[in-house]
């Protein structure tokens, strides 16, 4: 079993829809990363969260400390949106453990 | 400069050669990390560097691969007598440290035939 679960491995949405990608995690952590990676294209960090919600513009991320979760929102979905979105924690050091990824479509 | 940048892109090679990929963090930024990407799987841990502390290497999959930073700065991961399943995408990352957020190069594209 991995250490970082996501769900769903897939998920299509019609455009303006309102998305959520959730990551469980079965380890203390001392921060958990949300991260974007478009195809043929590099990564981008888009949260770090050690304990409650983070905004930037159509995006939100929630961490639950107690239960070990987290979820990222988008909303009003967008065609742009589409990419793989990656939840990552980091526990003790610094190097990044990955979950296997959500592969988000957006259709206009 | 303003991002991470890596060298080359892409990289083809023959089964057996050496091969060095290049990463150049964000100045400033003391913490330097490799990680690798195979088609159709998921990202892995190769190599961290934390300033002048001894690096985690925990992550390299044999030792046919290791990495050095020289003065702090520029990190150069060797892989020799590269073998097929070498081949993936090798991601660089920088942070300013423990608990700061990462920045990620776009990446060298590695093909070993």
């Known amino acids: 079993k991995n250490e970082v679960e996501q769900s769903p491995q897939n998920l299509t949405a019609q455009e303006g829809e309102f998305i959520t990608i959730n990551c469980s995690y079965s380890?203390?952590?001392?921060?958990l990363h949300w991260l974007q990676q478009h195809p043929g294209g590099g990564i981008v960090s888009l949260f770090m969260?050690?304990?409650g919600k983070k905004k930037h513009g159509r995006l939100i991320a929630t961490i639950n400390i107690q239960e070990k979760h987290s979820s990222l929102h988008i909303t009003a979905s967008h065609p742009r949106d589409s990419a793989v979105y990656i939840c990552?924690?980091?526990?003790?050091?610094?190097?990044?453990?990955f979950g296997t990824g959500t592969r988000l479509q957006v259709f206009p | 400069g303003a991002g991470v940048s890596q060298s080359p892109s892409n990289k083809v090679t023959e089964k057996g050669k050496d091969v060095e990929l290049r990463c150049d963090p964000i100045?400033?930024?003391?913490?330097l990390y490799w990680y690798r990407q195979s088609l159709g799987q998921g990202l892995e841990f190769l190599i961290y560097f934390q300033g002048n502390s001894a690096p985690d290497k925990s992550g390299l999959p044999s030792d046919r691969f290791s990495a050095e930073r020289t003065g702090g700065s520029v990190s150069t991961l060797t892989i020799q007598r590269t073998q097929q399943e070498d081949s993936a995408v090798y991601l660089c990352?920088?942070?300013?440290?423990?608990?700061?957020?990462?920045?990620f190069g776009s990446g060298t594209r590695l093909t070993v035939v």
């Open positions: 990352a920088s942070s300013l440290g423990t608990l700061r957020g990462y920045t």
């Open positions: 990552a924690v980091t526990r003790g050091t610094d190097k990044l453990i």
């Open positions: 100045s400033g930024h003391t913490a």
């Open positions: 969260l050690s304990s």
């Open positions: 380890v203390g952590i001392s921060a």
